[in-house]
Nanobody, 122 residues
Framework: QVQLVESGGGLVQAGGSLRLSCAASGRTFSSYAMGWFRQTPGKEREFVAAISWSDGSTYYADSVKGRFTISRDNAKDTVYLQMNSLKPEDTAVYYC???????????????WGQGTQVTVSS
């Protein structure tokens, strides 16, 4: 079992930045791939970014490539999502997720946090 807790969401103006954190507890964090997803009302949960456990390879949705950066600190059992040049369409609840293998589909992940709201005003 892995428990995940996100933080760092909030309200920001377009063009601004936020950094989300996801703290993990339970089993060995360093052996899990981590992902960030987001969801707006009435829509399916959408892949944002992921990072592997083995070599730190990163993956991004086209919509955030060049603006968002995922990173992990295994010593702190934490994964981060640095979000720059934010747009109103980035407004969503952001979730972190963990699984033994990295993936880009939400149903590939076994463990989820409770989510943190990000609102970008125009």
């Amino acid at each position: 079992q892995v428990q995940l807790v996100e933080s760092g969401g909030g309200l920001v103006q377009a063009g601004g930045s936020l950094r989300l954190s996801c703290a993990a507890s339970g089993r060995t964090f360093s052996s899990y791939a981590m992902g960030w997803f987001r969801q707006t009302p009435g829509k399916e949960r959408e892949f944002v970014a992921a990072i592997s456990w083995s070599d730190g390879s990163t993956y991004y949705a086209d919509s955030v490539k060049g603006r968002f950066t995922i990173s992990r600190d295994n010593a702190k059992d934490t994964v981060y999502l640095q979000m720059n040049s934010l747009k109103p369409e980035d407004t969503a609840v952001y979730y972190c997720a963990a699984d033994s293998e990295v993936g880009v589909y939400h149903d590939e992940y076994d463990y989820w946090g409770q989510g943190t709201q990000v609102t970008v005003s125009s």
